[in-house]
Structure formats: C-alpha cells, structure tokens
Nanobody, 118 residues
Framework: QVQLVESGGGLVQAGGSLRLSCAAS???????????YRWHRQAPGKQRELVAS???????NYADSVKGRFTISTDSAKSTLYLQMNSLKPEDTAVYYC?????????WGQGTQVTVSS
C-alpha cells in the first residue's frame, strides 16, 4: 500500500516561511512515476482547496491567494515533492495535503498542520 508522508508543518509568525515536504514511505513506490503533483489545504470549517500543482513537464499553477508567495517543486533525486511557503499569513492556517496522480492511480498524504499566528 502506498503511503505518502508530509513533513515541515508547524507554528510560524505572520511573514515567516515554511517548507513542506512529501515523500513515499515504507514501499518501493516512487513519486517520480507520477504525472501530476499537487498540494491542497483545508482550513477549519472550509472545503479543501487546491493550492498548487506541477505537471511532470514542469508547468505550474497556483491559487490566486498564494501566487507570488508559494512555490511548488519536485526533486527527482530525492523522490520528494515540496511546497515553499513565504510571507505566510494567518489565513494560510490549514492542514496541508500532498497528492500525486497518474491516472487511474491517485494518492494522498495524511496531512500536516500549518498554523500562522498574527
């Protein structure tokens, strides 16, 4: 069974930075075999939203709320997905989930909490 593990979440003051990581754990599965790589987030009382995505070809997309502040990337050597988050705001507080897809396979991590204090 494929298991994705996120790390790097935590508590940070507004204006600070965090880098989230996502990698497969405990299996021979490699995220390098996937086509789409995404980060989603869900704040309390809100629906899960797509924050950023990157295609294996390199094209990226970001939610308007994070453009210019967040950067999604992959490191094939480490088989890891990243989300660099700068200039964090209290409204970025949420559980962040990584998601990788190569149809019909679609895998999710368990989530990591990011809390931004004002």
């Amino acid at each position: 069974q494929v298991q994705l593990v996120e790390s790097g979440g935590g508590l940070v003051q507004a204006g600070g930075s965090l880098r989230l990581s996502c990698a497969a754990s405990g299996s021979i599965f490699s995220i390098n075999d996937m086509v789409w790589y995404r980060w989603h987030r869900q704040a309390p009382g809100k629906q899960r939203e797509l924050v950023a995505s990157i295609h294996i070809g390199g094209s990226t997309n970001y939610a308007d709320s994070v453009k210019g502040r967040f950067t999604i990337s992959t490191d094939s050597a480490k088989s890891t997905l990243y989300l660099q988050m700068n200039s964090l705001k209290p409204e970025d507080t949420a559980v962040y989930y990584c998601n990788v897809e190569r149809f019909p396979r679609n895998y999710w991590g368990q989530g990591t909490q990011v809390t931004v204090s004002s």
